[in-house]
């Protein structure tokens, strides 16, 4: 039987305790029905993790001893960052959890002019609690212990800026480029992957992306879905390049 992961932030070496609380206490206890004695592993999102084992369970709180830190790292020779145009409900949110799994550092949602997705101050707030916990969830499943880094939802300006030492790319189905003919990676390995929204890109916005350096790719003859584009390029790219 797999052996449950938890993440837990608080994970510090030479210690031998630790103590669950809130919603990783309710995943624990209520989901996946562990019992005093069960075993478990706490990771911390920055490539730690260790055994531990079910001491105590009451209203508050889950107490586990644990064994020893190891330093476990499960992650690519690529440094990608993905900028994803907001899409609706469901569809962010598979989007965030495969490109999890597929093993991105850092997702910045963006707000584009064909997005459909507005966001007020409120929702951003909800919606960034919402996926951090996809985040999480996805580590928690596909045995990562680096907890990619999410931003708050910025400009699609504002996001590319952030990425001024990354190879940019843009996805885009009348580029000239393929993706199997994808230049040589520079030096440092880092990418920045592009993705517009449901609505796509208008052409300033191409033109912007154009100006500050990024390239078009294409995936092929048939245009996909904001959802699909995106995890189908990084399953290619970790093809070619990283560890898949």
Known sequence: MRVPRIYYPDLQQGKSTAALEGKAMQHLTRVLRLRTGDEVILFDGNNYQCQARITSINNRQVELLTQQNQFLSRESNLDITLIQ?????????????KATELGVNRIIPVDTRRGVVKLDSNRKISRMH?????LIHACEQ???????????????????????????FYL??????????????????????????????????????????AQGLKLGPRILRTETAGIVALAAIGTLFGDL
Request: charged share 25%; proline share 6%.
């Open 85 to 97: 145009g907001i899409s609706r409900g469901e569809k962010m949110d598979w989007t965030l959890q």
């Open 130 to 134: 919402h996926w951090q916990g996809i």
């Open 142 to 168: 596909s045995g990562r212990n680096l907890l990619p880094e999410l931003d708050a939802p910025k400009n699609l300006n504002d996001a590319i800026s952030l990425c001024d030492e990354s190879k940019l």
């Open 172 to 213: 885009d189905p009348e580029a000239s480029m393929a993706i199997k003919q994808l230049p040589e990676i520079t030096s440092n390995n880092k990418l920045c992957l592009i993705i517009g929204p449901e609505g796509g890109f208008d052409d300033d916005e191409l033109q912007m992306m154009t100006n500050m350096g």
